[in-house]
């Protein structure tokens, strides 16, 4: 048992029964101003003001001042790619001498380029190598993660991806969940056939993935030049058949109805939605679907932003994520994330903190663990440097202002 006293403002404190926040009402985040908060075997215990605690209440227990600085939530990742053998720098240089992602990608770099390095990569070193990751992510705030596969695009390639990512599930000290996105691209050999891709990864992929037990959701890449309406829904409701629930690439570059789709298979979440238009808006309003943007690959890949606000306005829930990944989004830094969500989206610090935490928290499912301040929830949690105001936070961009980063209710070092 232990506590942390004198906390300048406890920011997104809940009560057990919210899970989630929808549309506007993102726009509040409820503070303790100077405030206590116990913890008791890794797990919130208690919090309040500390006008509460009587005199002598800590006596016996381990007692840490954070005078002058505030606590809020991890921040929690629900869109990650962080299983991958090499970096794309190169291609960043080829972005740079005019060529568009999409263009990289016809020449056969892109995400095929990964699954090459990743078919000739060592389990071992790509657990290695992905632990090293999440370790300086957690350091930066990051209390909770989704990893997808992906890089395979073949059985043998994409369960030991998946093998990989429930590795870090074991080794993680905090939550982790793991999407099979065998339907990222379609690899060279099926370029006269796709569709007998599509065969390969309901017949042989997802039979082996399900017997496993090694993935908690499906995930497709729905997009002109990738993966069809159609036969995306041949793979998410192969998935859901062998108890997958859709978690989905969408509307990244065209819409062209994959959102009511995906609600339709009842997605947890739909993800990207750069490009949307007012049918998809419809369909998400009347549904259980949040929302994910990503605009740390919107700012490096140079597309719009989600239209955060127009989802907001239909009162859709709305969740933001890193999508780390070795060629649209190289960075899982969800401070960024942060700042980009106010100069970029123009969403408000309240708005994004909850779209960071609680309804990222639903896109992944750990709402039972993370997201809030809540007894009962892991003591996950950031402890700020001295801030005048929780505006201070993507204000100041590039300086991540975090003190310390507690996991479990210990302090986190890498
Ligand atoms: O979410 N859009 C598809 N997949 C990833 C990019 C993966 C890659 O380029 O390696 C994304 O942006
Ligand atoms: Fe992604």
Known sequence: MKVFTEIANLYQIRGQEEKIVRGQKMNALECVEGAYLMVSDGKIEAFGPMSDLEAGAFSGIERISLKGKSVLPTWVDSH??????????????????????????????????????????????????????????????????????????????ELKMLRVINRIKAAAPIPVKATFLGAHAFPARFKNDPDAYIDEVINEMLPAVAAEGLADYVDAFCEQGYFSLDQTERILKAGVQHGLVPKVHVNQFNAFGAVELCVRYGARSVDHLEVLNPADIEALKSSETIAVGLPGCSFFLGIPYTPIRELMAADIPVALASDFNPGSAPDGNLNFALSLACTQMKMSPKAAVNALTLNAAAAMDATDEVGSITVGKRANFIVTEPINDLSFLPYAFGDDAIDAVYINGERFTE
Do not use: P
Not at 134 to 144: E, R, V, Y
């Open 80 to 157: 990650t790619h962080l299983v991958f053998a090499d970096w794309r720098n190169h291609e960043f240089l080829d972005r740079l001498n005019g060529l568009s992602y999409q263009e990289i990608a016809e020449r056969g770099g892109g995400i095929l380029n990964s699954a090459e390095r990743m078919r000739e990569a060592d389990e071992d070193a790509l657990f290695e190598a992905a632990m090293k990751r999440l370790n300086k992510l957690i350091a930066k705030g990051t209390g909770a993660i989704e990893i997808k596969s992906g890089y395979g695009l073949s059985t043998e390639t």
